[in-house]
């Protein structure tokens, strides 16, 4: 049973546009979030994270909000640019459990120019 | 700069064959990890390892097993390849505490193909 969940494969976005990349997770004992961007032949690479006293974090163009008590997150990409255009792997971890990430299955951003 | 590298690119073996993969990080940190990465899966953790010599499972351990001799070194074997572990296997590591920054650093992947 996926700990956690992002339910949309793909989405595709207007260049400019705002890009909502949703996340949503099952174990209560994670307290820290992670996103990661990942190219195609590539390894993931961090983008942003989100500690579960927070209920958002900003960097720039990513902005990830966090609702405890839904379980769920998001992350908001302002402007979308054709660049953005990956994979979005959203991860949670458990400070009760070492340092172990727990990745979702992702999702394809297309930012059409 | 930092760098995780993984021995093979790409990797086709057969049936019944023992297959080794191995990673190595240059950022002296204690964690690494082993996922492997499928269509509509997404990462799933097999190993990780928070010291030398130190392993704990993951979510998907069955028919791999892994070596951490070295810091610097987190090998994962299969000890007889089986279709079904076709994949693309990263490797990643982070600093203890890593929560702080959020940051697993991963390798460049290698794909494995079992025929």
Redesign the interface.
């Known amino acids: 049973d996926q700990q956690v969940k992002q339910n949309s494969p793909s989405l595709s976005v207007q260049e400019g546009r705002i890009s909502i990349l949703n996340c949503d997770y099952t174990n209560s004992m994670f307290d820290y979030f992670l996103w990661y961007k990942k190219y195609p032949a590539e390894g993931p690479t961090f983008l942003i994270s989100i500690s579960s006293i927070k209920d958002k974090n900003e960097d720039g163009r990513f902005t990830v909000f966090l609702n405890k008590s839904a379980k769920h997150l998001s992350l908001h990409i302002v402007p979308s640019q054709p660049g953005d255009s990956a994979v979005y792997f959203c991860a949670a971890s458990a400070s009760t459990s070492y340092d172990k990430v727990i990745f979702g299955p992702g999702t394809s951003l297309s930012v059409i120019p | 700069d930092v760098k995780?590298t993984q021995s093979s690119r790409y990797l086709v073996k057969r049936t019944g064959e023992k297959v080794f993969l191995e990673c190595v990080q240059d950022m002296d940190h204690e964690?690494m990890?082993w996922?492997r990465q499928d269509p509509?899966?997404?990462?799933?953790?097999i190993y990780?390892s928070?010291d030398v010599k130190m392993k704990?499972k993951?979510?998907i351990p069955e028919g791999y097993s892994v070596s951490r001799e070295k810091k610097e070194r987190f090998s994962l074997i299969l000890e007889s390849a089986s279709t079904n572990q076709t994949s693309m296997y990263?490797c990643?590591s982070?600093l203890?505490?890593?929560?702080g920054?959020?940051?697993?650093f991963?390798?460049?992947?290698s794909r494995l193909t079992v025929l």
Do not use: K
């Open positions: 995780v964690n990890f996922y509509g899966l997404g990462l799933r953790l990780f928070y704990e993951g979510d990263l990643a982070s203890t505490g890593a929560r920054t959020g940051e697993l991963f390798g460049e992947g």
